[in-house]
């Protein structure tokens, strides 16, 4: 079985920063790409930032320049630095992975749980 947990979410004031973490555990052959999405209240989920497994990088137009995702293979974990935080970024966040769990098998979604992050003063 393989699990996403979530951790760093929480309230924080405009113009703030956080930091979000996500481990990977379980049986697993390899990691692919890494990232973060997010649920808005009463919006559909939108993708954040994502983070190939050779460190590659993109970004939503809303969140560049000031979030930041970075991962470490080693530890099957991806993180996401967010700053200069602004009431529009308040949302459930979600971390994703793409993870083979057989040398010879398919890559598949998974998912955490969800963090929740409210920007608000």
């Known amino acids: 079985q393989v699990q996403l947990v979530e951790s760093g979410g929480g309230l924080v004031q405009p113009g703030g920063s956080l930091r979000l973490s996500c481990a990977a555990s379980?049986?697993?052959?390899?990691?692919?790409?890494m990232g973060w999405y997010r649920r808005p209240p009463g919006k559909e989920r939108e993708l954040v930032a994502i983070i190939t497994s050779a460190g590659i990088t993109n970004y939503a137009d809303s969140v560049k320049g000031r979030f930041t995702i970075s991962r470490d293979n080693a530890k099957n974990t991806v993180s996401l630095q967010m700053s200069s935080l602004k009431p529009e970024d308040t949302a459930v966040y979600y971390c994703?992975?793409?993870?083979?769990?057989?040398?010879?098998?398919?890559?598949?979604?998974?998912w955490g749980q969800g963090t929740q992050v409210t920007v608000s003063s």
């Open positions: 994703n992975a793409k993870i083979r769990r057989l040398s010879s098998g398919p890559y598949a979604d998974y």
């Open positions: 379980g049986s697993m052959f390899s990691i692919s790409d």
